[in-house]
């Protein structure tokens, strides 16, 4: 019994969200949830949830599909780089993103927001 309970706070301790950060876009949610290693080291969840419904009016059921993403301090300025590379190739080729329009309603733009970019906020 003891030992299970160890266990128990071991598994709670590893799962303990630190900060967190959630996304909405249109179907999908993106968590950004940082969380510590068993050595104490931060890292990043980036999980991604999408709604599924399935069925007809009285017989309708709704789940989750989540993808999880862990990310690990010393790998940051690669993946923020790889990142950016990926996300410039698309704008190049397509153009920027038209927004959503939850997103027009939800975020004023001020001279502030339009200095920054989407990855500023990795920046720590």
């Keep these: 019994m003891e030992v299970e309970k160890k266990k128990f706070e071991i598994e709670k301790k590893d799962n303990e ?5 959630a996304i909405k876009a249109g179907k999908r949610i993106y968590y950004l949830d940082v969380k510590k290693s068993r ?10 949830s999408k709604k599924k419904v399935v069925g007809h009016e009285d017989d309708v059921q709704v789940t989750y599909e989540k993808h999880k993403i862990f990310l690990y301090k010393e790998d940051f300025d690669k993946f923020i780089e790889g990142l950016q590379d990926v996300v410039g190739f698309i704008n190049r080729e397509q153009g920027e993103p038209i927004p959503r329009a939850e997103e027009i309603i939800e975020t004023p733009v001020t001279e502030e927001s339009k200095s920054k970019s989407f990855f ?3 920046k720590f």
């Design 120 to 122: 500023d906020k990795f």
């Design 17 to 21: 969200i630190i900060y967190s950060k």
């Design 39 to 48: 050595n104490d080291d931060l890292f990043l969840a980036i999980t991604e």
